[in-house]
DNA sequence: AAGAATGTTATGTA
DNA sequence: CTACATAACATTCT
């Protein structure tokens, strides 16, 4: 489910909801992460998200690594939350609010020099300010595997999932084959910026749109997952109508229309 | 009820 | 060291 923004967003949302506050870290049958009880009852002082991975630090300076993977959720309660259901990694209680976690790939006790550990093999981030295209450049250059590999590769850049690599290639008539290393300075600064721009606005509306409310011919009114897209599981191109091809690559579905995005 | 899904990592082979 | 394939793992929904 989650791309980088919808981290991004998770972190603004709890940071907001229990910052400071003294909070119960629990989860039914000992399934939360090993150590955890360390954090039970300490302060969160802080959630950041870098990338897709998220930071829970605690006034004991311990810090929750959570990863979601493909189908990680978080669900909000309003008190008083119901029990917590059997696949509950960690429920969050606050002083009004409660949120579990749920399918996290991820969900550890480490400390400032484990987050050190993880960011050091992450690439930039393009939703943070301190995210500089020029850091992955080289790493771009290098690679003679296609484009669209490089884009999911969060050492390379990150944050970038499914779909926006399969959006932001076909926005700039790249197909996903393209060696990485053929694409030219101004297109990947060009993607960078797409990217950038998306993932802040994927923030805000909690939704992935890449197609202008103009494009779409719908000027107002809530646009659903998957409404706004171009080509990620489109049946055909909202551009030129040209059927969209699917096929695998590096184990992920990759999406493109080949007459905007022509074959290398 | 099989299979898909907005991921990542470890491991094996070339 | 790179490239690529495969498997493992997390859970819910249709």
Redesign the pocket.
């Known amino acids: 489910?989650?791309?980088?923004?919808?981290l991004h967003r998770l972190a603004r949302d709890h940071d907001g909801l229990f910052r400071g506050q003294v909070l119960r870290v629990s989860s039914p049958q000992g399934?939360f992460a090993d150590g955890a009880a360390r954090v039970d009852g300490q302060q969160l002082d802080r959630v950041s998200a870098y990338?897709?991975?998220l930071f829970y630090e605690w006034g004991s300076g311990d810090v929750i690594h959570v990863?979601?993977?493909?189908?990680?959720?978080f669900f909000a309660h309003p008190d008083p939350a119901p029990a917590p259901?059997d696949?509950?990694?960690m429920r969050l209680t606050g002083t009004a609010h409660a949120v579990d976690l749920?399918?996290?790939?991820?969900c550890t006790l480490t400390d400032p020099a484990g987050v050190a550990a993880?960011l050091a093999?992450l690439g930039p981030d393009p939703i943070r300010r301190d995210g500089d295209p020029e850091l992955a450049w080289p790493k771009v250059q290098?690679?003679?595997?296609?484009i669209g590999?490089a884009l999911?590769?969060?050492?390379v850049i990150?944050?970038?999932?499914?779909?926006?690599?399969a959006e932001s290639l076909f926005v700039h008539g790249i197909h996903p084959e393209v060696p990485a290393r053929e694409i030219s300075h101004d297109q990947w600064l060009g993607l960078w910026t797409t990217l950038r721009t998306w993932l802040r606005r994927?923030v805000r509306d909690r939704?992935?749109i890449t197609v202008p409310r103009a494009e779409l011919g719908r000027p107002r009114g809530p646009i659903g997952?998957?409404e706004a897209l171009w080509v990620?599981?489109q049946e055909r191109c909202r551009r030129c109508g040209t059927p969209i091809r699917r096929w695998?690559?590096?184990?992920?579905?990759a999406y493109a229309c080949e007459t905007c995005q022509p074959r290398p």
Do not use: C
């Open positions: 489910m989650p791309e980088g923004h919808t399934r990338g897709k991975h990863h979601l993977g493909l189908f990680g959720k259901r696949t509950v990694r749920i399918g996290a790939t991820e993880i093999r290098r690679r003679a595997s296609p590999m999911m590769d969060q050492s990150a944050g970038v999932g499914n779909v926006y690599r994927g939704v992935i997952r998957g990620y599981k695998d690559l590096g184990g992920r579905w």
